[in-house]
């Protein structure tokens, strides 16, 4: 009795040409494994078309922006190398606003309100520190609750007038929200 269906095992030449150790990903999506495959010939054939071309990489981001905002409904969106950048630029941006001398200035000089409440059990290694994110951005971490938990009282304690955020990890990459305390950027 034959077998119809089409073969799955993996194609190894690439690995074997380039004398890379095979690696089956049962992870996901990950940093330390080259993070995401473009399995589509129009991702791959775009990806390869752009890298021939000099781009105004302003107009490529807005692009950008404006296709991840139709795409999620998101007010705005910035495309990153990873998890890590992704996190470094949001907290950059959340405590410098739209001043562009404000965000020159960093890492060096972050302003006086460069805290981030963090809950403890957020700062995980995901292949980068969470912590080594916010400094790049010249941000301190403000660490707040315990692994699994963190009430209120905890973080109104690390949410004083030198913190301008709060985040947190989890299904959803990165969710930056307000100051609780409205305060100005």
Known sequence: MGNDQPSTAPDWRWHDENGFRRIVNVAGTMTGLGASVAPAPEVSGETAAATERFVDMHELQALASRTITE????EAGCLTASAGAGISLAVAACITGLDPARVEALPLNPGPKSGVAVQMGHLCEYGSSIATGVALAGANVRVAGTATL??????????DENCRF???TGTRALSV???LR????
């Open 182 to 185: 409205e305060t100005e950027v």
């Open 71 to 74: 795409l999620t409904g998101a």
């Open 166 to 168: 709060a985040f947190e």
């Open 150 to 159: 963190c009430k209120d009282f905890q973080l109104s304690a690390v949410l």
């Open 177 to 179: 929200f307000k100051d």
